[in-house]
């Protein structure tokens, strides 16, 4: 089996001369860039707020590079993801449905309704069907949470600055280091729309903050995600993170002993 693993600007910050601009963004703490990252994302802000700067949905296409370490090997895709957060269901993380479409370097789609989660690869055949359930009382420390609680990441992870802690363009970049260990993440980088920031005001349209994460795992392996062209709140409906396995494909059902076929 094969493996593979956003920006609205503010026309005011182009009018403000550069010396006042650097002042500003110079005065900007950890704290207010966290606030920009996790709000969007908070079941208490969407309620609080009335669903103003709250994200719904999204759509983007991306870019992701893994690097495997033992192999000293980059692999490179790309493809599109939606993801949709269901805010009425639950009072701690929202349910979140995702699609993630592979185009390279080979086609697979991997598809969850927040329940149940599809894993197709046409090249193989099969399709891998298995339960999840993120939002699970029994998981309420684990790290991996930060898929479906984004507002949720300084619960779940120490934050601090990277070093550096602005990329070229002047966004914050901040490391997530896990309260908990975790076999899957080790530290986690997230890059941090300067726009997200910087918008204030009630009614002000949401921004999607992350511009790219990057996870690396234990063993030192790593998968950087940009996310590119982010279309926010489109009123996704639920039945498209679903998936119906195409006919003739091999199901697949992952037990504790192996694949149930």
Known sequence: M?????????????????????????????????????????????????????????????????????????????????????????????????????????????????????VYLPENGQVIISDIDFSSPSRPDDPMTFLTGLGNLSRDFVIDWASPDRDAEGNYVLELTPRRPSPMIQRMLIVVDRNAVQQTGAGARPVFPMLSTTVVDPSGNSTAIEFRDVRVNRGLADGFFRFTPPEGVEVLRPTDGGMDF
């Not at 001369?17 to 207010?32: C, D, F, M, N, Y």
């Not at 709000?39 to 870019?63: H, N």
């Not at 957060?85 to 969850?112: A, C, G």
Request: hydrophobic share 40%; no cysteine; aromatic share 8%.
């Open 2 to 118: 094969k493996k593979s693993t956003i920006v609205f600007g503010l026309i005011l910050l182009f009018l403000l001369p550069a010396p006042i601009l650097a002042l500003r963004e110079k005065t900007v703490g950890l704290s207010e860039v966290i606030k920009s990252l996790e709000t969007p994302f908070k079941v208490d802000a969407a309620r609080k707020e009335g669903g103003q700067s709250i994200i719904v949905d999204f759509q983007a296409d991306f870019l992701q590079e893994s690097l495997i370490a033992s192999l000293d090997r980059v692999q490179r895709g790309k493809g599109s993801v939606s993801v949709k957060f269901d805010r009425e269901k639950t009072d701690r993380v929202p349910l979140t449905m995702f699609r993630w479409e592979y185009q390279q370097p080979n086609h697979q789609e991997i598809v969850s309704d927040g329940k149940t989660m599809w």
